[in-house]
């Protein structure tokens, strides 16, 4: 197949390819689990409730959009046809605007889910991808969908900006849908392997560390397809193996049965979170005072 045949195949069938590569994902790792799971992820049902209907949700809101990857298309289709954007000068060979493009395009996700983390209000919306208590295949799409109403855009001016090509946008979207997929997976790799597929590649457990409860690990190993980046930026963290299948997952503030309320996880950008600790000194010291009260 000619390099222009192959670019109008996946043009052709850049959204379903997209979803392929996510179901796909969905159904392997999830078999993966059952036979080389990194730990015991406890009952599944409540948790599974709530991620897929989230993730329902999720794709409800992106067809109401357009589709995410679809809408970036279109502007990398605008950029290219006007000219806009700096990888569309003539003078840059296709093959590099393409490996350009790919590099512009995961740093863009990179540097958008470190905003995530340190811009307050993004991180109300982003943190809802942390309440779970567990990861497995169910946590890749457990994020509230106000966070694609406004990392879409930030994405479509990237895109123009830079003048990605149509065939980057493509090839990075499935291969981005499969990738957290497998990252999130509870699943145990030798680690011989993991060890090499981890200079290059996000592998579920450098992307477990980036659930921890502990906010220093939380802040840490932000990519999702390649860890590249935090090697660069100085925010790539390890655990040694041993302590990955015990390390305890999500907020400090949420350790409880809200993670699996649908109707609370919808409503988490809005509300405050006070740590549970806190929370249960607050009641004993209420509790104190209503009995002194009462034995006065």
Partial sequence: ????????????????????????????????????ARRSAGPRLKRWSASFSI?????MVLGAMGGAGLSLLLAAD?????????LNDPAIPAWAAFVLGLLARSFASYLVHVANHKVPWMWRVHRLHHTDTEIDISTTARFHPL????STPIMLVVVLAFGI????????????AGMAVFNHANIRLPARLNRVLAWVLVTPDVHRVHHSILQK???SNFGVTVTWWDRLCGTYRTRPTEE???????????????????????????IRLAPLGAASRSGAVAAASARGAGAG
């Fill in 1 to 36: 197949m000619s390099a222009a045949a192959l670019s109008e195949f996946l043009r052709s069938a850049a959204e379903p390819l997209q979803y392929a590569a996510f179901f796909g994902a969905l159904i392997l790792f999830g078999l993966l689990e059952r036979a080389v």
């Fill in 244 to 270: 990955l299948a015990t390390m305890r997952l999500g907020l400090e503030e949420c350790q409880d049965a809200r993670t699996t309320s649908l109707s609370w996880l919808l409503v988490l950008p809005f």
């Fill in 217 to 219: 690990e939380t802040d």
């Fill in 78 to 86: 605008y950029a290219a046809s006007t000219g806009r954007g700096l």
């Fill in 55 to 59: 993730t329902f949700i999720n794709i």
């Fill in 165 to 176: 090509p149509p065939i980057a946008i493509i090839v990075f979207e499935i291969f981005d």
């Fill in 147 to 150: 966070e694609f109403v406004y």
